[in-house]
């Protein structure tokens, strides 16, 4: 594929998170999340670690890809956008129709970019649990109008009439196409497009994971070590390979459906860091026998909640944000309606973000809170000062004196919305 | 005029304590009520004014925002009645309204009554689906009771290198003090190795850390000691009575202040009573203290917190014996919350009677010799509000 001579479009970082804990199956590992993970904090995680390390860049928009939306309507980019605090200047967009879709998520990044740069393109899914050759994981990359550490070009597309894997309203779960013939349609499709397109470098084919493999394996291509060692990554996965395979010319196809698309890569300075970094998250992890549980809570359980009072306290639930005092000094989470709780100051306090990490000062694992398995509660002082007493992710405890983190998970579902918040999880 | 030296408890009663099946919520506060008003020696009709301390009266299928189930239960005329809450020391709480309402002239025999129907759900539907299902949706969620007051265990433990046994020996001791308490939930020794081998609640507190879910209810009857002097076949005098508010229901432990080894709370509402009764060194001057036992690692920083030891010396006191039946500051003897129970509104005012009785002298086999000077503690919330009453004989 040969980038059009009138864009400059590139991605100027990137991030692959996969949860730590992998699963054999059939056809490798598979990354397997906690239960208390969904897409928009799997997303969040990827795009967290991504912008702290370009703290200046101001997404002028936010496109989420995935296949697993937490909201099956009505949106799941908006607590995304929140937990990035990118919530009141950015143009949100998701994507949640096929796998495809994460690398058409590129696509519209670098052509949004070209306007408004940069671009924070995110597609995340959770799928272990179902799907046995499905995994969890997220990508998050910063697509640039003005280049980056690869140049970015659009190759062809094409969008025939070609089921592979649908559902109909009401299914409980997708039909399926039957396997040869979907193997056939789709190495038809994926060959039109690499006519089509001028040339390019490394092949990649998507979708339906097994089949996608041997078109690909039949087309020459390099092998999917996404599919490999964190499972099929739905609309993640297109964009996981790219950013593997980003210190390489290449040519990354998704297929899904009869929806066809190229995207080819050209490496530039820097390339070859982020694809290290992506394959290092992909080769990590520990094995483990069963997938998380799912997430139960008992009956009876039925937490308070207000949809005025989440859209009021939006600030310091998605960003912790927090306040500084001016009389002591001291940061105030959560940020006190009246005077300083220490010095009495009436105030007025900026708003300063709550550090996201701590040491424990002290915890319990609580047996008897209905939460569905023992809850681990820690209290943790925050570097730059501030306190934060909150649960800790299910799959790991804490002891006194432990480094951590705060990381985005669901805490509940009360009040039938999906209430985000931030977990104690021990520093990497 | 003030409550210290001014206001006498001339009456008390407590109902059983235990998951009283046979008793709804009506029942035991008329119990507790009635009781109190005939130990008085005086008629219902002679009481002027009602101060009721119930916490959850929802969980007794109750409407509970306000008084009027003493006027329901004891057939309480058209007469001022109220209710009060103030977490767990809401029984607390009816006692010194009451106490206020004699001081200000207003009324000359005042019943406060604290009764709380927990059991008529389950015990994880009762407090614990409180904290689960209301108050804030995301800070601190994942709290219960234990839960928090684990936080101090955990923390008590690691700056003080003290061991679970340590804890554990609270649960025995209180459990022996019941065996001579003919209302306690329960009346059974238990030993160091049941306490440890308990099922865990929230680590590192197991289920017999805890005080259980109980059903209950006191009641104490106030008079100005001017009147109970004349007319009053035996009385106890309010010497202080402190009360302090310090925080809402979890954002203490968001505070760089606490520091999970004691509460702020306790420290000032002991000042305010030890101030006004002219108490220099509790230890010497009280004879009997009744102190919040929710959870055992809470007596030992109540200990701390009254005064009784030095701060971070409350289990060295613990295992010295000084708190034991027989020592020479005897803490809970009733049993305390890890035996009796906690029916949160009836706790308080339960915790007055006891003292009222010791200083009376007729705490039954419970009794300490002599007992001139006593004190009551309770704790709500985690910790963010204490009241603190010290009585004594005339």
Partial sequence: ?428 | MPIAGEVAIVGTAATPFGVLHDRGYLDLLAEAALGAIADAGVEPDAVEAAWLGTAEPTLAGLVGDSGAAVAEAIGFGPRPVSRVSNFCCTGMEAVRAAALDIAAGEHRLVLAVGAEKMRDVTSRGSLLAKTANQTHPTLAKGRSAPGQFALLATRYMHEYEVGIETLARVSVKNHEHALRNPKAHFRSPITLEQVLAAPRVAEPLGTLDCTPTTDGAAAVVLAPVEWARRHAPRYAVIRGFGLAVTDGYFSTFFHEDEDFLGFRATRAAAGTAYRQAGITDPRAQLDVVECHDCFTITEIVNTEDLGLCGRGEGAALLESGATTAGGDIPVNLSGGLQACGHPVGATGARMIAEIVDQVTGRAGERQVAGARTGLAHTLGGPGVISAVAVLSAP
């Fill in chain 1, 1 to 428: 594929v040969t980038p059009p001579p009138d864009t400059d479009a590139g991605i100027l970082d990137g991030e692959l998170h996969l949860p730590f804990r992998r699963i054999i199956t059939g056809t490798g590992r598979g990354a397997c999340a906690d239960p208390d993970e969904d897409a928009v904090t799997l997303g969040a995680s990827a795009a967290l670690a991504l912008l702290e390390r370009h703290p200046d860049a101001r997404p002028a928009a936010l496109v989420l890809a995935t296949v697993t939306p937490p909201y099956a309507e009505g949106g799941s980019v908006q607590p995304l956008a929140e937990i990035l605090g990118v919530q009141d200047r950015v143009f949100a967009v998701e994507l949640t129709s096929t796998p495809r879709d994460g690398l058409a998520a590129l696509r519209i990044g670098g052509s949004l970019a070209a306007s408004s740069s940069p671009v924070l393109v995110v597609a995340a899914h959770r799928g272990s649990g179902g799907d046995a050759e499905a995994g969890d994981g997220a990508v998050a990359l910063l697509v640039s109008g003005a280049g980056g550490v690869a140049g970015l070009s659009a190759g062809p597309a094409r969008a025939e009439e070609a089921r592979e894997r649908w559902r109909l309203p009401g299914d409980a779960s997708l039909r399926e196409g039957d396997a040869s013939a979907v193997s056939g349609r789709m190495e038809k499709g994926v060959r039109a497009v690499l006519e089509q397109a001028a040339g390019g470098a490394g092949i990649v084919a998507l979708a339906g994971l097994r089949v996608a493999g041997r078109v690909e394996r039949a087309l020459g291509g390099p092998g999917d070590a996404v599919a490999a060692h964190a499972g099929a990554l739905g609309a993640a996965h297109p964009l996981a390979r790219v950013l593997v395979g980003l210190d390489r010319e290449q040519t990354v196809i998704a297929t899904a459906n009869g929806l066809v698309e190229a995207v080819g890569t050209r490496p530039m300075d820097g390339a070859t860091e982020v694809a290290s970094r992506a394959r290092a998250v992909l080769d990590a992890g520990v094995e483990a026998d069963a997938p998380a549980r799912a997430w139960a809570p008992p009956e009876g359980f039925a937490p308070y909640q207000s949809l005025s009072r989440a859209w009021r306290e939006r600030g310091a639930e998605f960003r912790l944000e927090a306040a500084r005092c001016p009389g002591c000094g001291r940061v105030l989470y959560p940020p006190p309606a009246g005077a300083c709780p220490s010095c009495a100051h009436p105030g007025p306090r900026a708003v300063e973000h709550l550090g996201r990490t701590g040491k424990v000062i002290t915890e319990t694992r609580d047996h008897v809170y209905p939460g569905g398995a023992v809850t681990g509660m820690a209290v943790v002082e925050m570097d730059g000062g501030g306190r934060f007493y909150g649960q800790v992710i299910p799959s790991e405890t804490v002891a006194v004196g432990d480094r951590v983190r705060l990381v985005p998970r669901v805490l509940h579902c009360g009040g039938g919305v999906i209430q985000y918040f931030w977990k104690v999880s021990r520093c990497p």
